[in-house]
């Protein structure tokens, strides 16, 4: 069943009690019972209705997006729906369609937006598994892991919440470490530092030299750099080269972004980079007096800090900026100890680097279920049940992917 769109210029059909499902509603989750946009019993009587486990899979743009609905509703013209008959199981056809996605796209209609007609989506043909019960039980097993992921998304995002609460108490004083009471002062930027800015184009020019370009990007997304993690490659002239370099200690801020909270982000220069300049999207600090060098990129990331450059910020709507006259007087509170300093730093590093390990976990496991929907969902791998535990009757190297999620789980 394709959907439709009851009128949105009839009040009386909209914010009520039933889902009405949209592309941008799908987004994670695997159930869904709740929408952006509700329907009224009398906007319902107007949609296609749909019984609870339903398949909703989208089909246009962002095309194999999918999930399930768990209650009665309705969804819009740019999703396909599923009701599966008696001999598919509702969950296994959310993985089955979640594994042939790119199936899918690749076989959309070429047009300028990515579309499949409900003509051509009810052509599609993909191997399935026969036996009800053993898609149950794939479903079983897959769904194990996706508690898995989900427990671990979790995880991370609570880590990254009481790191972000602890840097709130340690990088404005009004928490301090034992055994440290030494003076904290307020400073501008200027005090503690110079700022350059002009950096190197994204451009390749015949005659000048190859270089590693430090993009926005790389700031905006890290909070420390490396030269074995910048990948772009440009050319520079030789005073360019002079003027642009990255040297170990310095301090890189991101001027500009789209929206005005999300401005200043800073991350520091971990080592030197030789061959390697900075982008002119991006504007370099770099420190008079010595600074614990991990503590120079947490410093600046505390929200009174970071509310400062919000609020000189300058722009319509599309891009806001905050020029460089106005970056030397944002002001920031430190401690004079670099021993406090080191002392603070050290604490979210560790904060960091168990998160950093967490979200290698995370991938590993995207992919050990991928594997699985590999194997489990072309018939390559078949299951067995035995008391609810699956065991599976292929090689050991799968069995390692299955002992390996348990332990996990166990931990």
């Not at 999918?66 to 209650?71: A, D, E, K, M, R």
């Not at 950096?199 to 390749?204: L, P």
């Not at 170990?248 to 991350?267: R, V």
């Not at 319509?316 to 603070?344: C, H, M, W």
Request: hydrophobic letters at 35%.
């Amino acid at each position: 069943i394709t959907g439709n769109t009851p009128s949105t210029q009839v009040n009386e059909y909209w914010n009520g009690e039933y889902c009405w499902i949209t592309p941008s509603d799908l987004k994670d989750n695997k159930y869904y019972f709740k929408s952006d946009r509700q329907l009224t019993t009398r906007g319902l009587s107007k949609a296609r209705v749909l019984p609870p486990n339903t398949l909703l899979v989208t089909c246009i743009a962002s095309i194999g997006k999918n999930g399930i609905l768990t209650v009665n509703g309705a969804c819009n013209q740019q999703i396909n729906a599923i009701i599966p008959n008696k001999n598919f199981n509702i969950d296994y056809l959310y993985y089955l369609f979640n594994f042939n996605k790119n199936y899918m796209l690749a076989n959309a209609g070429i047009t300028a937006t990515p579309l499949i007609s409900k003509k051509e989506f009810e052509k599609f043909q993909f191997i399935a598994e026969n036996d009800i019960s053993v898609q149950e039980e794939i479903s079983y097993c897959l769904s194990d892991m996706d508690l898995l992921i989900v427990n671990l998304k979790n995880l991370i995002k609570k880590k990254k919440l009481i790191k972000q609460g602890v840097m709130q108490e340690l990088l404005t004083g009004k928490k301090r470490l034992p055994g440290f009471n030494g003076k904290w002062v307020k400073k501008e930027l200027q005090e503690l530092g110079d700022f350059t800015s002009g950096g190197v184009d994204k451009k390749s020019i015949p005659g000048q030299k190859s270089v590693k370009l430090l993009n926005f990007l790389d700031v905006y997304h890290r909070d420390f750099i490396f030269k074995n993690e910048l990948y772009h490659i440009v050319t520079a002239s030789d005073a360019q080269i002079k003027k642009c370099t990255l040297k170990k200690g310095d301090l890189f801020f991101t001027p500009s972004s789209e929206l005005q909270t999300d401005l200043a982000l800073s991350a520091v220069v971990m080592e030197d980079c030789p061959g390697c300049v900075y982008s002119y999207h991006i504007t370099r600090f770099r420190f008079k007096d010595n600074f614990d060098i991990k503590f120079k990129s947490y410093m600046f990331n505390n929200k009174e800090f970071l509310d400062q450059a919000s609020l000189i910020a300058e722009g319509s709507g599309k891009r806001y900026v905050v020029n460089l006259s106005k970056f030397k007087t944002l002001t920031i509170t430190y401690p004079t100890d670099i021993k406090e300093q080191s002392a603070i730093a050290e604490i979210l590093w560790d904060f960091d680097q168990e998160i950093n390990f967490l979200e290698q976990d995370l991938e590993k496991y995207k992919n050990i279920k991928q594997g699985m929907m590999e194997q489990l969902l072309t018939g390559k791998i078949r299951l067995i049940e035995s008391n609810k535990n699956i065991q599976s009757i292929s090689d050991k190297k799968h069995n390692q992917h299955f002992d390996d999620a348990v332990v996990f789980a166990n931990i």
